[in-house]
């Protein structure tokens, strides 16, 4: 069993990501099992995971306490000198300080909000966990498709902690010399932990590029090494976030290394909704308006939606009588792989279909009036056009 325990440790901590009274009442009977058998050390892991989680519940993003103390190290300053590579002289890393850093959550399903929750939670009180020989989860990897705000996310749980981020992009630390890519990951690790920061590996998946190539099996197995190495080293000392997009492509053993893992998902309709609202301001549009905008974008990204949004702006601004309808067909039409090829063939091809395939849909289900409005016409005319569309169908 204690051989395991570490994975029951992460079993349990997944489960608590959404707790339910199950599932607590049996990790707590876990806990109380280990306990009587004088396993106080495991015991004490679970109950700081039971805390964790219940008071996870309780907090409101807004009220997510600073940890002050959390681990040893220097303080960064403007002043520090960051590493660089030797050949190139261009930094190891970028750093942000808690002022840089967004002050808005990304925006997510509700079970993704309250997992992310937890990780803040359970880092904020990294040094009370620490000091009752818990060992909380200090390395997170974030992976997803492209766009969907994990580096944004990754920036936001570093700003609610209250610590500094240093970002290195792990192309930027490739170096076409043999041995200098192992140098690099090397000093930029020493660095992050001398210092009290978040380290964030972005577009951690720029390692499992340089293994396509067959000219460089030899290198690639020093970095992989070094890079592992340098995740164990980094192993309370501080926390590490690593992000990706094609986490598939990742070595197995740099996977295990994290003891989160959270994936990101695209945006469901309602949270591309919010994203939409979020984004559009100050223009106004209403409920069904964004409804439209949403069904359009339907399997799309956050950063597509901010994108629309933008685009939506100029065409606003430009002209004030636009027709949002008309708007969303030329952006469907130039921003082609942003939006649903079946959808946007519908959308171009005639404003019959397209109306069909409005009213048809189930998730979203439009009606008539709010369709008419959107088409600038009346309810009659809208249901005069389908139900001669209905009559050319039967000849
Ligand atoms: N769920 C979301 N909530 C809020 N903003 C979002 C969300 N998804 C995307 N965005 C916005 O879209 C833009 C891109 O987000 P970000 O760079 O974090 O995505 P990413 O997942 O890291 O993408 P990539 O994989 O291409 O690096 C940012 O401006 C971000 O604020
Ligand atoms: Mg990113």
Redesign the pocket.
């Known amino acids: 069993m204690l051989k395991y325990f570490s994975i029951v440790q992460a079993l349990s901590r997944s489960a608590l990501a959404m707790p339910n009274e199950a599932v607590t009442h049996q990790i707590r009977r876990l806990k109380e099992s280990l306990e009587k058998d004088g396993f106080t050390k495991e015991a004490k892991s679970l109950e700081a995971l039971l805390t964790a989680s219940e008071s996870s519940l309780e907090m409101s993003p807004s009220k997510i306490q600073r940890s002050f103390v959390v681990l040893k190290g220097e303080e960064i300053t403007p002043k520090t000198s960051i590493p660089v590579d030797k050949e190139t002289s261009t930094p190891l890393a970028e750093i942000f300080f808690p002022d840089d850093l967004p002050e808005k959550a990304?925006?997510?399903d509700g079970n993704i909000q309250l997992a992310i929750h937890s990780i803040v939670n359970e880092w904020s009180k990294f040094d009370q966990l620490l000091e009752i020989n818990a060992t909380p989860a200090s390395s997170c990897l974030i992976y997803?498709a492209?766009?969907?705000?994990?580096?944004?996310?990754a920036k936001w749980i570093a700003k609610q902690i209250g610590l500094p981020v240093v970002l290195a992009r792990l192309e930027g630390l490739m170096s076409s010399y043999l041995g200098t890519t192992s140098r690099n990951i090397g000093n930029l690790f020493t660095f992050a932990n001398r210092y009290k920061c978040i380290l964030l590996l972005d577009?951690f998946d720029a390692i499992a590029k340089l293994r396509n190539d067959p000219q460089e099996v030899g290198e690639v197995k020093r970095v992989v090494n070094t890079l592992l190495q340098s995740l164990d080293s980094r192993h309370e000392k501080g926390f590490t976030i690593g992000?990706t997009?094609h986490e598939s492509l990742l070595d197995p053993a740099i996977w295990r290394r994290f003891d989160i893992q959270v994936e990101i998902p695209k945006?469901s309709p309602e949270?591309m909704i919010q994203?939409l609202k979020n984004f559009i301001t100050p223009l106004e549009f209403n409920e069904s308006e964004i409804k439209f905008l949403a069904w359009c974008l339907d399997g799309s990204?956050?950063?597509d939606a901010?994108m629309l949004s933008k685009w939506l702006k100029r065409a606003f601004v430009l002209e004030r009588e636009s027709n949002i309808v008309e708007v969303m067909k030329q952006f469907a039409v130039l921003n082609s792989g942003r939006v649903d090829t079946k959808k946007r063939n519908v959308m171009v091809h005639s404003d019959e279909d397209f109306i069909n395939m409005l009213l048809n849909d189930k998730v979203y289900s439009f009606k008539q009036k709010d369709l008419a409005s959107l088409f600038g016409m009346t309810p009659s005319t809208l249901s005069k056009q389908l139900s001669k569309f209905k009559d050319s169908e039967k000849i």
């Open positions: 990304p925006m997510f997803g492209p766009g969907t705000g994990k580096t944004h996310l577009e992000v997009n945006p949270v994203l990204s956050g950063a901010e």
